[in-house]
């Protein structure tokens, strides 16, 4: 991962997600999404290919929000890229809102989640703004590139607005008792390991 001069006291990389549960979440049906998740295998070259088994369910608090459910935590790429695609690529498909989120095990919960969204001023729909442990960070999916913006830049509702700073009502509470939620349907897919 390439990266420019960034300011000091940034966290480390590559991100820690070790025992943090991670989710992609999008406002679209559960068909929908499922169906995306699968087009999204064999979307990406890959040189080392592991399969990965997702889980997605409908929330029960929001049933017009899907959340899928990483097994482990993948690269930064697939986990932002994934997430991306969940809006779909052509009209009806997808949603319009989605959030990346990565839930801290409790030993960790002081170093807070990392939640990303997309950068909605971006044309080209290929970069996401995201917060971990309190920076601020800007991730172009092309290239992979990483650049630390700074240290309490974007508060953490900011993840939780979409297109024109709407607000889109997810909450992260509904991700709180997953053994509450029902309904949990697996898909499989390979990607870079």
Request: hydrophobic share 40%; aromatic share 14%; proline share 10%.
């Amino acid at each position: 991962m390439r990266m420019p001069k960034e300011p000091d006291g940034h966290p480390e990389l590559p991100f820690d997600l070790e025992g943090y549960t991670c989710f992609s979440l999008i406002n679209c049906p559960l068909d929908q999404a499922r169906q995306l998740v699968e087009e999204y295998d064999g979307l990406c070259a890959l040189e080392h290919p592991q399969p990965f088994t997702l889980s997605l369910a409908a929330l029960p608090a929001a049933p017009d929000w899907t959340a899928v459910r990483w097994p482990r935590p993948a690269s930064l790429f697939d986990l932002l890229n994934l997430t991306m695609w969940l809006m779909g690529y052509r009209a009806g498909l997808g949603g319009e809102n989605p959030i990346f989120a990565a839930l801290p095990p409790a030993e960790r919960a002081a170093e807070g989640p990392m939640l990303a969204r997309p950068e909605y001023d971006n044309p080209f729909g290929d970069e996401m703004l995201g917060l971990w442990q309190g920076w601020s960070f800007d991730y172009q999916l092309p290239g992979q590139t990483l650049r630390w913006i700074g240290e309490d830049t974007f508060p953490m509702e900011y993840f939780f607005q979409g297109r024109g700073y709407s607000e889109t009502g997810f909450q992260l509470e509904w991700l709180e008792h997953l053994e509450r939620i029902p309904g949990w349907v697996q898909c499989t897919i390979l990607l870079e390991g």
